[in-house]
């Protein structure tokens, strides 16, 4: 069964500071991996996304993420972050065949911004 | 173009009442999934419809079922309500065949 680890619950960074969220996934094959956004009380907003080809992909936001297979990793970095980057994070994976689209998310990382 | 929307926003209900959620899909879309986001945790996959049949389930109990009415909207049912069952319900839509699912902004279901 897939299953996705985020090992850091809360995160807490400076505005201007880079920013590194790391996400670990278990899956047999190659999965498509995907990195979601939560401002409080609303929905999801996809930030980006990878199913193949180069393993660095960019996103929205300014938000960029590495699929490193060795590793099992789809850590999502930003360059220089911004106030209203605060938020929650979810890393999440699906799969082909029988696992058909549905996703399996992490249990979410909380970005918070000090001035 | 809409996105995909709920209804209602809020809801709160008495523990062993049924409750009704709606989803519209976003324009173009005919596949249909439902989440449970638990207060501080990540989503939770229910169940998936497509061509108004359930095609995937996720680790639930009966009472929670579903719909998917021909103009592709879709229904969640939750019967003899739980406190547990207290959460964000979150629908998302995709393409046939897309892993990229678009998320609307949920229905958040209070069981007192």
């Known amino acids: 069964a897939q299953s996705v680890t985020q090992p850091d619950i809360h995160i807490t960074v400076s505005e201007g500071a880079s920013l590194e969220l790391r996400c670990n996934y278990s899956?047999?094959?190659?999965?498509?991996l995907f990195w979601y956004v939560q401002s409080p009380g609303q929905g999801l907003q996809l930030l980006l996304k990878?199913?193949?080809?180069?393993?660095l992909v960019q996103g929205i936001k300014g938000f960029e993420a590495e699929f490193k297979r060795s590793q099992s990793s789809f850590n999502l970095r930003k360059p220089s972050v911004h106030w209203s980057d605060a938020a929650e994070y979810f890393c999440a994976v699906s799969g082909g065949g029988n696992a058909g689209n549905m996703l399996t998310f992490g249990g979410g990382t909380r970005l918070m911004v000090k001035p | 173009d809409a996105g995909v929307t709920q209804s209602p926003t809020h809801l709160i209900k008495t523990r062993g009442q049924q409750v009704t959620l709606r989803c519209s899909p976003k324009s173009g879309h005919d596949t249909v999934s439902w989440y449970q986001q638990a207060l501080g945790q990540g989503p939770q996959f229910i169940f998936q419809y497509y061509e108004e049949e359930e095609r995937q389930r996720g680790n639930f109990p009966d009472r929670f079922s579903g719909h998917q009415f021909p103009n592709y909207s879709s229904e969640l049912n939750v019967n003899a309500l739980l406190l547990g069952d207290s959460a964000l319900y979150l629908c998302?839509?995709?393409?046939?065949?897309?892993?990229?699912?678009?998320f609307g902004p949920g229905t958040r279901l209070t069981v007192t």
């Open positions: 899956y047999g094959a190659t999965p498509y």
């Open positions: 990878y199913f193949s080809g180069d393993t």
């Open positions: 998302a839509s995709s393409f046939p065949g897309s892993h990229e699912q678009y």
